[in-house]
Every structure is written in C-alpha cells, then in structure tokens.
C-alpha cells in the first residue's frame, strides 16, 4: 500500500473571539504556510475544510483566499471527529493516485451548529452533548464504583498539561475543589468535567512519497487508521459504559499499523467530558474494563503526560472541525520532538482517538516515525 507523510502544520489559538469562519481557516493556513517554506499554492492538488459550520461554499473560499485552484476541494462534516474524517479522506485520495499534496483545514466558531444533534429525535429535548455525557457519567461510576472526584482529576491532569499549550483556551490549573465546586450542569455533571465550545483553527498537509521529500526532512507515517460508525442516534448505543466504535476503529487501526497499544508512546483522546478518558483508555484497550482511571491516577502519580499532552479538549478547548486535526498535530510535534514543554521522552508511535455524538462513530489514527 502506498505511504502518507505529513509533511507540513498550522494552529490558530483556540479562543472566544467572533472571528468570521473563513478568516479562522486563513488564519490556520497562512500558519501552515509559514511554517513551510519550501510550499508553493501551485503545489496543492487537494483543499479539504473541516467544518460544521457547512452552509458556505467553505473549500472554494479558502481555495481563492490562499491563491490555490486545487484539482479537488470540498467540505466534510461530522460532528467533532471530522477533523480526523478529512484526514482520513485526504489519505485515501494519496494511496488512490488521485493526487500527491493535500492540504487540510479544520475551523469551528464558538456558536458552531454542530454542537447539538437535530436530527436524534430520540434525545425528546435533551439533545445537548452535556444529557450523553451524563448518562455515561452515572453508567460508568455505578457499574465501577467510580467516584466524583476520581472523574474530577481528568479535568484537574488536563487543565494542568494545558498550561504548556501556548494554543489553549483557558490556560490555567485548576484544583480538585474547583472542579467539585463548579457549577453543576445535571445530577452527575458540573461545568468543569467538560470542555468548552471555542473558536480555533488547526491545519494540516499530508503528501505521497513521490513528493514528501520536498516539504520535509522528519516525515510522519499514517501507519494506521480505523473508523466505526455504529449509529447516529445514541439512544441506540447497547452499552452506556463503553465506546463500542471506539473498540472497533482501534482494532482496524492497530491491525492496520501492525502495531499494539504496548508500542504507543503518546496519544491524544477525546476527552469532551471527563468520564470519557478512562473509557477511552478502556475501549482503546489500553486499561481493563473500569480500570481507565486507575491509569489515569498512576499519570498524574508518576507526572506523566502521555495522555492529552496538550491539555486535551477540557484542558484546550473544543472547536469542533479543528479538534481532530489539532490532536493529530500535537502528535506529529510529539513525534518529531517539537513540542517544547510539552515533550515526552523520546516518542517513536503516537495514537488519535476522536469522536463523535457519545461514541456514535469514532476514528483512530497510529502514526509514526
């Protein structure tokens, strides 16, 4: 099978600012640009935005402000992994001979429609992420005799690690007690177990290997890459405990990558809520059924930040078509050893975990040196 490099990457900081879409993806670009010298417009043969805010013609407009007239531009939308869905299709357009440049854009305003699901009649009036998190909330510390603060100390490891995220949103450490004194938004959930819708912009740009050699001289390698949709609705989920399309997208993309969870150096999970870290970590087949957090414990015991080195989504924020490039570029800088405070020793293999809707559908992608 053919090999896919990235090659090149933007980042815009993640902030509450009214910026216009098309500006938050020029700005991510122009980014990437700067950060690529050797990248010319003409050389783009693919514009994919990643938006959920998709009522503009978003592709050809970021296409003309950034002077390319690509072969191939259009918009993906789905929900918060569709960041990584357009990385997915930017490699199968590589691997298919279609072209050898793609260059990716993610934005997401604060106010993105793709916050709440319309359609999922299902939810009655409960429609906003914060009702599915709190179902797997109480689902997960009744079944494993979590408690609150152990959830607490996701967002308390997180916020942390963001501080050394020079993109993050809020960029402070906050305390056991913050967390537990917060707000309380339902019976199982307070303000600070989430993360906060943001505006952000994240861009990426993955060549073959005819051309990579141009851009760069420390390729990364998409080794591996799994997606599961299972349904949209999540009252059709058959477990409010676990993330069955994580499962499944994790085992393609180990098999796929020839690689086990014992090889992963870094990885960043979608922590949206807190309670969905250690199922994460679960359902990627990192730690036991209800141990998830036993391992999140042993990270903050040991000053680690294998997980979410970035801060995560709570710790960063969450613009919804950013998010899944944003986490794939903090790996890739992981991987090249560019992440400044946030570097882990020596990392050779990072994962992505990203997903959408309570783990309706989810990707995960295995990169490598």
């Not at 090999?3 to 009214?18: C, N, P, R, W």
């Not at 690529?36 to 994919?48: E, F, G």
């Not at 078509?321 to 405070?341: D, F, N, P, S, W």
Request: glycine share 6%.
């Amino acid at each position: 099978m053919p090999k896919v490099a990235i090659v090149g990457y933007g980042l815009t900081k993640f902030s509450k600012e009214d910026i216009e879409i098309e500006n938050v993806l020029m700005n991510s670009t122009r980014d990437l640009f700067k950060n690529s010298p050797n990248l010319q417009q003409k050389d783009i043969d693919a514009v994919l935005v990643s938006t959920n805010n998709n009522s503009k013609y978003l592709s050809a407009i970021l296409s003309e402000m950034s002077g390319i007239q690509p072969r191939i531009a259009h918009s993906i939308e789905s929900l918060c992994n569709s960041g990584t869905n357009s990385i997915v299709s930017g490699y199968s357009y590589i691997c298919s001979g279609l072209v050898d440049l793609v260059l990716i854009s993610g934005a997401e305003r604060y106010d993105s429609p793709g916050q709440v699901l319309e359609w999922d009649q299902l939810r009655g009036e409960f429609k906003h992420p914060i009702f599915w998190a709190s179902i797997f909330s109480k689902s997960y510390k009744r079944k494993y005799s979590v408690t609150e603060e152990d959830l607490a100390l996701v967002s308390v490891k997180n916020h942390k690690q963001s501080k050394k995220n020079p993109n993050a949103l809020p960029q402070k450490s906050i305390s056991l007690e913050d967390v537990l004194n917060s707000k309380k938004l339902t019976a199982d959930l307070r303000l600070l177990d989430c993360s906060r819708p943001c505006t952000g912009g994240a861009s990426i740009l993955l060549a073959s290997e005819k051309v990579y050699k141009n851009f760069t001289d420390v390729p990364v390698w998409i080794s591996g890459i799994g997606q599961k949709t299972t349904s949209a609705s999540f009252t059709k989920n058959l477990m409010f405990d676990e993330m069955e399309s994580t499962k499944q997208a994790a085992t393609r993309a180990f098999h796929m990558s020839k690689r086990s969870q014992n090889d992963i150096d870094v990885m960043e999970l979608h922590d949206a809520f807190s309670v969905c870290e250690p199922m994460a970590l679960e359902s990627l087949g990192f730690a036991s059924a209800g141990k998830g957090m036993e391992l999140v414990k042993e990270e903050i015991l040991c000053q680690s930040s294998k997980i979410n080195p970035r801060g995560g989504l709570i710790g960063t924020g969450h613009p919804l078509g950013a998010t899944g490039i944003a986490q794939t570029i903090e790996i890739v800088q992981q991987l090249e050893h560019k992440a400044e405070k946030r570097q882990v020793d020596n990392p050779l293999t990072g994962l992505v975990h990203n997903m959408s809707a309570g783990a309706t559908s989810s990707t995960v992608l295995v990169l490598e040196r």
